[in-house]
């Protein structure tokens, strides 16, 4: 079954602490994998797109890699700015997979 | 300069009683996507739109129907909204099937 997996869940950081969030797809003839942003009662916003395993996208404090299996965003050195929910989602053919998003808190 | 365009924000609707989503896009995308999102759930795409293209996953209720009239305007329609329905609803556009997605700020719907 193709689909899209996030953990943890839930993650709260110390201002500074770096962590990485995870994103397992099942997802058969990869066509792309998207790192997007959500706040609050808003829509997601776009971070970045993957398309070949190896690939690494960055963007200020952010990182994204990927590999055939899964996909990690890397946060370094977070800024309570930074706390919003994580949402991958992975594409074949006509479907978009979204996982469930990782929600990070960060504590100033 | 926002991008995609969703009104209303908030809509509140009786149970049953139609309602209409809007969505307008300045980015000349071929494609338009509307999803639903429940609370801390992933959104869930109930159509697309390739150009003209419709196309309706499988597992979206007869209850909403969808238009798109030109490139840039997108509709969503729910005949008779259940308690159930009520969630974001989210559009977006994309250039192409495989290019990233732009999101509209969601319209948040409440049925009473």
């Known amino acids: 079954e193709d689909q899209v997996t996030q953990s943890p869940e839930a993650l709260r950081l110390q201002e500074g602490e770096s962590s990485s969030l995870n994103c397992s797809y099942t997802?058969?003839?990869?066509?792309?994998l998207f790192w997007y942003r959500q706040d609050p009662g808003k829509g997601p916003e776009f971070l970045f797109t993957?398309?070949?395993a190896g690939e690494e996208k960055e963007k200020e404090r952010l990182k994204a890699t990927l590999t055939k299996k899964e996909s990690f965003l890397h946060i370094t050195a977070p800024k309570p700015e930074d706390s919003a929910t994580y949402l991958c989602?992975?594409?074949?053919?006509?479907?978009?997979?979204f996982g469930t998003g990782t929600s990070l808190t960060v504590i100033p | 300069d926002a991008m995609v365009i969703q009104n209303p924000r908030y809509q509140v609707t009786q149970f049953g009683k139609p309602v209409t989503l809007s969505c307008s896009q300045t980015?000349?995308?071929?494609?338009m996507y509307w999803y639903q999102q429940k609370s801390s759930q992933a959104p869930k795409l109930l159509f697309h739109?390739?150009?003209?293209?419709?196309?309706n996953e499988a597992d979206t209720p007869d209850n909403f129907q969808s238009r798109r009239p030109n490139t840039s305007f997108c509709f969503l329609d729910i005949r008779s909204p259940g308690l159930g329905d009520a969630a974001m609803y989210l559009c977006?556009?994309?250039?192409?099937?495989?290019?990233?997605?732009?999101f509209g700020q969601g319209t948040r719907l409440t049925v009473v």
């Open positions: 989602s992975a594409k074949n053919g006509n479907q978009f997979y």
């Open positions: 739109y390739y150009d003209k293209d419709f196309n």
């Open positions: 977006a556009t994309s250039r192409l099937m495989n290019t990233e997605a732009f």
């Open positions: 980015l000349n995308h071929n494609v």
């Open positions: 993957l398309y070949s």
């Open positions: 997802v058969s003839g990869l066509r792309g």
